[in-house]
């Protein structure tokens, strides 16, 4: 198709909440920008609120107008639902483009759909990316993290424009070229497995102090404030502060207590789960936050566990967990679930040949993302020093987890004793016990196996395998 007289240097399809945003970012960072949304309206309605930015953008209400009017090679970026839509914007776009154009999905897409998509415009063209947009609507606006997948020739065509839509970290980017395919989509996957787990312990802590300590909201929130001025420094810290300490205008009531407590999940916390369990590689504290997220929901179930057993003792004495034991556990729970999800970014990067460099990825979720915190200064630091190694054992965060584990063990332990449930960090402090066990309880397994399967074992004072245990005999 022709491009004689074109003039945006990108397109973007899709005009919804990112979309749209986006767009504006893109174009405020003084690119041209071609825009085209499915329902017409929304683009005169996009248009009308774009002020003075309508300048460099190019809106289209016909594809075909849409795809000529961006320069060649073109690039266009689909900010769409995930799954189907994708599949049909894809679909229409390829006879109107050239192969040598490209297509960058930014939603949050499952990386095996973004593998697939690669390998059929491998076949077919045009060329495609995947890349993982964080930061919800202020991100996209005002300058997300950017987690991208796709071949290198891709990313040397728009990297400059993600770069600097990205937001930044001490002036440097929080955008990278992260693999080939659907590395881009995998890291944010994650990203989001590590959200749901961060949040989820969060909650935790405030379940104790709500219910164990009895304290109202408005006082859990100060908490908050002033852990957010420590190690644990994160946009989730301050916006549990925030959300705390908020009243309903309606009622006067804190907000929160006025909630329910029913929690949805769009999928991204799940595969996470999911892909930890395919990979084999273990991310518990992520997989105990999408449990806690599913038991939520069946909020009539757990009314009528109530009535049959009663509700958990709950209320602790104040000393029996101190605040400031509370924010160490949380340390320690947070360095154990990054080390998880590192460690399942690793896996991944192994079984796809995906470069995946893990100080990278470290380095673009210290701003611009949902998950954005003080600490990853440090993990990118620990795992530029040794990506290979658990995080966990990196100097830095192993001095840490000594100095924390104590009181994670505390507060899990004093939680359980009061019925308090504290399910991620659990999860978290198992792992740690796990992990630091050189002799576990895996020979029992061996022997169960090895006694109604025949499986065979290893010996620790012989080498080989397929030893059997005396049962076999007869
Ligand atoms: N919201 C967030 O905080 C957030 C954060 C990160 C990533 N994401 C991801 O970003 C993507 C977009 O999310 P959003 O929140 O911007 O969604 P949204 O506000 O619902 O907007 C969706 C956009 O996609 C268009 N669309 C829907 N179905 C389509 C189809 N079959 N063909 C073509 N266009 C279609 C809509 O056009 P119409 O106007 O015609 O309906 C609309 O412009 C999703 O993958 C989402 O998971 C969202």
Known sequence: MSSEGAVAEVGLIGLGTMGGNLALNIAENGFQIAVYNRTAEKTDQFMAKAGELAERLVPSKDLEDFVGSIKKPRAVILMVPAGEAVDAQIEALRPLLDETDLIIDAGNANYHDTNRRAEEAARRGPRFMGIGVSGGEEGARFGPSIMAGGASDAWDQVGHILEAISAKYEGEPCAAHLGEAGAGHLVKTVHNGIEYADMQMIAEVYGVMRDGFGMPASEIGDVFETWNGGILQSYLIEISGKVAK??????????????LDRAGQKGTGRWTA???????????????????RNMSSRLDERRAGQEEFGAAPRTMDRGAVSIDAMEAALVAGKIVCYAQGFGLILEAAKQYGWAMPLPEIARIWRNGCIIRSAMLNDMSAALADDPERNLMLAPFFSAKLKETEANLRLLVSQAALHGLPVPALSAALSYFDIMRTARSTANML????????????ERTDKDGSGYHGPWAMG
């Not at 061996?446 to 074992?457: K, T």
């Open 446 to 457: 061996q022997g169960q196996r090895d006694f109604f399967g025949a499986h065979g074992f």
């Open 246 to 259: 908020a009243n309903d205008p309606e009622t006067g009531k804190p907000m929160l207590d006025i909630i």
């Open 274 to 292: 999911i892909e930890a369990l395919m990979l084999g590689t273990p991310a518990s504290t992520i997989e105990a936050a999408v449990a806690v």
